[in-house]
Each structure stands twice: as structure tokens, then as C-alpha cells.
């Protein structure tokens, strides 16, 4: 493929700021798209890079909820005096294909973070007039859209006069956010107390790095919003879940306005509403700490949300059998009370769960396959250098960590894992690197409560 190197600026929504280098650079990954840095990843709520070629820019806003839109940049300064005269300067080569008589255009302005009168956006773009656009004007369908954008800063109390940046160039693309408002809970036939936000599972299946055809699973499924992102993606999906009413649709509805669940209620109907009921392989009640898998199943990506045990149960099957000693092997031996006979369960930590899933991805994924799950997170216990505490396994190699924060004392990371190596003899094992209890539920529950309760007197 031949490349054309452009320059581009990518412009994204101003949330989940932590999520969007992760998400471009898996999104790059997955399409195998080389980018090369000329204003890298900052505080700032744009980049400048440059891409090969067009289709790459659309490929990478096809997928992303992070970005806003793509622009290719003709123009970059930080007066406006020298923003005309750049483009005064810029080759005309590269636009004249688009100012031609052919072609209709529009010239839009937005200035980020102070809003203008539309007079004052008028005069902006008058002061382009030098241009040697040909073609007619067309509000509505242009062919070519040049975008101004101004930027004032990100302080909505402290505006200053003039823009600190300006860029000018022509509108490439939008980013995906329409497909957050397409999945949203609001709308959605089937949710529960726990359900994922739409944008965070699409954040999830782009750092799953999903692919049309891929095999993916979440082994704690709940009511299945990562399995519909991962649908829209093409990849066909499955889970379990330990809890029979959750998966049967009889839980008690997490909706104010609504007294019982309505028939039919399921994951299924979910992924059916979003037409990738084909995606659907299945859902199972099943314990994650017990896998039922064959050995020789291979997943393309395993994303998922485990338990904290905060809103709903973090469970196993097991038996206590004295208070601090379990039995999680217990069988029954009678068969004639075999059927019907529903399982005692444990409290399953969250260090028991990071150790369960790590193992079971390693044995599981694809090379260069991926797990996606969260950890929640005391925040003043998570310090720089934190990351060394993190669950690990040898064959599989953290690729990113992005914190949600959730209150002045908590939040949660998105910890993103590769694949790197197969598993192969006893030196393999997990290691789940959380001495000290800082990743256990009991210690998170104890600490979030507590400091819950302090932040309420
Ligand atoms: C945070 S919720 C997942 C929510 C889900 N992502 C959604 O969008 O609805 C965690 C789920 O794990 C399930 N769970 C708890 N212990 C489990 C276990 N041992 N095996 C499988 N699922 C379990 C719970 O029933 C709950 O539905």
C-alpha cells in the first residue's frame, strides 16, 4: 500500500480522559495503522500526528468513542494573524482539489470551551475570503467541510480574550460516539444494578481489540453489556454468570418506573435489539471459579467486570466448613440428591478472582489474544509505582491501566493484558502480586464503607 502521510489533528470528547491513548493505540494495533507523533498525548484534549493515508484516520474513527472528529490540518497557529499566514503559505496543490467549482463547501467554527455569537462566527470565517474556493456554498450536504477551531483553554471560569491555539484545516471524519447513545442503558430492553455504561463497554471491547469473528467471553456476564459491544463489533459472544435469576431475567427490576421484569427479559433480547442476536453463541449459570471449558478452547478476547462484592454478591461454590476454612471441592456423593440440589457458595475474594481469571486467559487466549477487566481501587493507596502490585501472570504482559474515578476515595482501573507467551511447565503460574490484601474485597469494602461513613459526618 502506498502511503500519503497527512498531518491530522485528532480532537476528542472531554471525558474518561485516561481511556483515550489506550483506546487509539489498540485501535492502531488492531488495524495494523503506523502513526507518527508530532504533538503527542497530553493534558490537552487534542493530538497532532501524522497517518498514511485517509482510510486509516476513518478506520481509527470507526471504532473510537474517545475521538471527537478528525481533521486534516492545514493550519496551526497561536494567533490568528499567523493561522492566515500559514495557510496563505500552504501549498495550493493539496486544496485545490477541494475548492473546486465541482465541489460544494462549508466552513464551520467552534470554539472550544467559550461560546460566540453567531455574527462573531460569521466574521471568522470571512476572514478566510482569500481562499480560492470555487465551488457553491451548501450548508446542509457539502462535499468539503473546513473547520476552524479556536481553543480558550479548559478553565470555564478563567476564558481568555483570545484563543490560545488555532487550527484550520478540512473536516475528515466524526469518531463513533453515536454508536454510545445506539447502546445506551436508557433504551435498553434488559439491565441490572451493575450493568455497564455503553461507553465503557465499547471502551472495553476496543481495548478487547474485537474484531469481526472473534470468539470472545465474559465469565462474570451479569446482564451482557460487554457482550453487546463486542456483537456490534462482529465478535460472537458468550458468558456465565453464578446467578440463575440474573440470567433467567427474574431479578428485581433496577428501573424506578418499573415493578417486575417483563417476559422475555435476557441478554439475548439485548444482543437482538441491537440486531447481533448472530452473534449470540450463549450464556450459562456457571461458577468462573470452577471453568467447564474443553482445554483446547481458544478465545480472541476475554472482557469482563468481576464482582467487588459493593452491589452485588462475590460468590464461589464452596462450603465453609469453620469460620476461615473452606471447602470449594466439596461433591455430593448421593446421587437421588444430586438433581434440584443448589450449591452452597463462599465469599469469593478478589484476589482469588485476579488469580482465577489471569490463569484461566493464559490457558485460553489466543496469542496476542487479550484480557479486559477492572480492579477497583482505594485511590490513596494507589500510589506511582502501584503497578508493580498489580495481578500478574508470565505469559501475559499489561499493556494498559486506566483509572475511572468513582469518589474522592475510590476509583477503578481498566487493566488491559496481552498474551505473550504460551503456557508451557510449572513456571508458569500466576502470580497474583497482591500481598497485603490491598486488592481484596474484604479490604476494599472495608475501606470504601469507612470512607463512605467519614465523608458522610
Ligand atoms: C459487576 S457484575 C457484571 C455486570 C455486567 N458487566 C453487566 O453489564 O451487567 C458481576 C457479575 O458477576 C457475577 N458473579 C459473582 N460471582 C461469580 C462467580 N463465581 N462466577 C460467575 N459469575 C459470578 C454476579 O452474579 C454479577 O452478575
Known sequence: MTHLWRRYLLWFANEHVNFRIPELESILSMYDIPLRWLEGPSALPYVIAELPSEESVKLLASRSVSLRCAVELWARAKTRDGLHEE????????????????????????????????????????????????????????????????????????????PYDLFFGRWVCDGSRDLICKLSLKKRRFIGNTSMDSQLSILMANQGKVMPGDLVLDPFVGTGSLLVAAGQFGGFVLGTDIDFLMLHGKTRPSRITQKKREVGESVKANMEQYSCLDKYLDVIVADCALPLWKSSLVLDAIITDPPYGIREAAERIGRAVKPGEEDVEYRISEEHILAGHVPSKVVYSLKQIFHDLLRFAADHLKLGGRLVFWIPIIRSEYQDGSEGDLPKHKCLTLVANSEQVLSAHSSRRLLTYEKTAEVGGSEDTCESGVEGGRFDNKAFRACYFNQLRQSDT
Request: proline share 8%.
Open 87 to 162: 495557510m496563505k503559505a500552504f501549498p495550493s496543490e493539496r486544496t485545490s482539489s477541494y475548492f473546486s467549482a465541482d465541489k460544494s463547501f462549508r466552513v464551520t467554527v467552534e470554539t472550544f470551551c467559550k461560546t460566540i455569537s453567531q455574527k462573531e462566527k460569521v466574521e471568522k470565517i470571512e476572514e478566510f475570503s482569500y481562499l480560492p474556493i470555487e465551488g457553491p456554498v451548501n450548508l446542509s450536504d457539502p462535499d468539503v467541510i473546513l473547520h476552524l477551531i479556536e481553543y480558550y483553554g479548559m478553565e470555564p471560569n478563567n476564558i481568555p480574550e483570545k
